[in-house]
């Protein structure tokens, strides 16, 4: 049961490919609030994933867009009002993908082109859909952008490969747009560093399963959910956090703080005795 905090906002959710995407969660969790959005993903995503479900489920209009694509961008945003009934007040980046991680490149052998796009969907899509947003004047007064990261921004994870460079990147457009947004629209941006979460996107990295109980063990709180991320990011989006902006905000059980645990000195060799 939600305490309707998102009453009467609407929003634009970038992302949600099956139940187990966290923008699904966020979605979800926004619905509960009180919000009406609409739901976009790749064309290629639609067809392989079950946006359809969630979007009958939240009574949501799924617009497919493709987040490197500048028009594709301006006809969502466009229509998203149109179905709305007006300007935006919250906008969810979840998007995210590296062709070097998925076809099992070594961070020293890495294929550029694959790296540039990278680069461009997983981070500089980001930038676009702030510029896109701006230029349409899209969103209201006092209105939420945010985007999901990851500490391996901050810190070396090796097999998380270049996405850790995007990720860093991700977080600097929110800061240097958020200056823009926030001082000539009261717009706020900020990006969520949420801990490893079985996600289908996160559990195709080599070595996530071990990593992710490495995580809950090492964080005082333990891993982060994707149904908590979800409660997070609907109160960033909502009247209650209207002055925080350009932060990257640890959401991860107080692993970003840890030096050492010493569960960690405990933890068995056995990654499904690990699971106990």
Not at 160 to 186: D, I, Q
Request: net charge negative.
């Amino acid at each position: 049961m939600g305490n309707n905090i998102l009453a009467g906002k609407r929003g634009v959710i970038f992302g949600a490919l099956d139940s187990n995407s966290i923008a699904w969660k966020i979605a979800e969790k926004c619905h509960e609030e009180g919000a009406v959005m609409t739901l976009t993903n790749t064309p290629v995503s639609l067809r392989f994933g079950k946006l359809s479900e969630l979007g009958e489920q939240l009574g949501a209009k799924i617009i497919p867009a493709d987040a490197t694509n500048m028009e594709d961008l301006e006809k969502l945003f466009t229509e998203s009002m149109e179905e709305l009934g007006g300007k935006l007040d919250f906008v969810l980046h979840s998007i995210g993908m590296s062709l070097n991680v998925r076809k099992g490149r070594h961070y020293t052998d890495l294929k550029y082109e694959w790296m540039h796009k990278t680069f461009d969907i997983s981070a500089m899509s980001f930038h676009r859909v702030m510029q896109s947003l701006w230029k349409l004047d899209a969103m209201n007064d006092w209105s939420s952008i945010v985007a999901l990261t990851y500490i391996a921004a901050q810190r070396t994870f090796p097999d998380y490969n270049e996405m850790a460079e995007s990720k860093a990147l991700l977080e600097s457009f929110a800061r240097s747009f958020g200056y823009f947004f926030g001082s000539e629209k009261n717009v706020r941006v900020n990006t969520i560093s949420q801990s490893p979460t079985m996600t289908t996107a996160g559990s195709g990295i080599k070595g996530f399963e071990e990593f992710f109980n490495y995580a809950h063990k090492m964080s005082p709180l333990g891993n982060a959910s994707a149904e908590d991320c979800a409660s997070y990011c609907a109160m960033l989006f909502s009247d209650y956090t209207r002055m925080v902006t350009m932060q990257n905000l640890y959401h991860d059980g107080g692993f970003s703080n840890m030096g050492m645990n010493p569960a960690i000195l405990d933890m068995p060799t056995n990654v499904n005795e690990m699971q106990k």
